[in-house]
Every structure is written in structure tokens, then in C-alpha cells.
């Protein structure tokens, strides 16, 4: 059974960074596009970023290209999002997700992304 797992959420202030990690376990992670995604109080669930599988070309929504990253490491079977010059309105819960092996590929953001973690949760604030 696959498995995803965040962590790295946490209070930061603004003009912060922070670090996500987001670990695949139950299924290798190579043939997979995987991305992360957000979903903020009352709003929608928004896509973020995303990368491919086959040649590791990546996508960002618009409200936080320049300040997000989005990396993976298929030998640790890991996914990272390193966000800096964090705002306010980053605020919510983060989560990652990962495609069925040799699924739809990135960019766009996958409309099937059939593995999802539980989310952590970023709160920018002073």
C-alpha cells in the first residue's frame, strides 16, 4: 500500500522559510509525476508545483513562482517543496501526491493524482 507521509510544517514569520519533506513508503517513487498541493480556511484546494516523472521538468501556479521549490530524490524516495519569502497568505495545509506508476505527466497539475499525504500545516504569522 503506498503511503505518503509530510512533515516540516510549522509557525514561521513573514519573509520566513521553511522546508517540507514529504516520504513515499509501499512503492517506489521514479515512475511517478508527484506534486504538492494546498488547501487555505474556505478556500479551495490549489496546486502548487509539480514534477515529472520522465524528465523531471517542473510547474508552479503563479502565486508562488520565485519563492517555492519543488526537488525530489527518487533514491530516498522522497519529495521536498523548500518555500521562502513566505506570506500570509501561504497559510494551510500542505499536502503531497503522487500519480499511479507511469501516470499523467507535468506540467499541467495532474488531474489524477491518486495518492495523497494527510497534510501539514504552514501558518504564517508575526
Known amino acids: 500500500q503506498v503511503q505518503l507521509v509530510e512533515s516540516g510544517g510549522g509557525l514561521v514569520q513573514p519573509g520566513g522559510s521553511l522546508r517540507l519533506s514529504c516520504v513515499v513508503s509501499?512503492?517506489?517513487?521514479?515512475?511517478?509525476?508527484v506534486g504538492w498541493f494546498r488547501k487555505a480556511p474556505g478556500e479551495e484546494r490549489e496546486g502548487i508545483s509539480c514534477?515529472?516523472?520522465?524528465?523531471?521538468?517542473?510547474h508552479y501556479a503563479d502565486s508562488v513562482k520565485g519563492r517555492f521549490t519543488i526537488s525530489r530524490d527518487n533514491a530516498k524516495n522522497t519529495i521536498y517543496l523548500q518555500m521562502n519569502s513566505l506570506k500570509p497568505e501561504d497559510t494551510a495545509v500542505y499536502y503531497c501526491?503522487?500519480?499511479?506508476?507511469?501516470?499523467?505527466?507535468?506540467?499541467?497539475?495532474?488531474?489524477?493524482?491518486?495518492?495523497w499525504g494527510k497534510g501539514t500545516l504552514v501558518t504564517v504569522s508575526s
Open positions: 514534477v515529472d516523472r520522465i524528465d523531471g521538468s517542473t
Open positions: 501526491a503522487a500519480t499511479v506508476p507511469y501516470g499523467e505527466r507535468c506540467p499541467p497539475f495532474p488531474a489524477d493524482m491518486s495518492y
Open positions: 509501499g512503492s517506489t517513487l521514479d515512475s511517478r509525476t
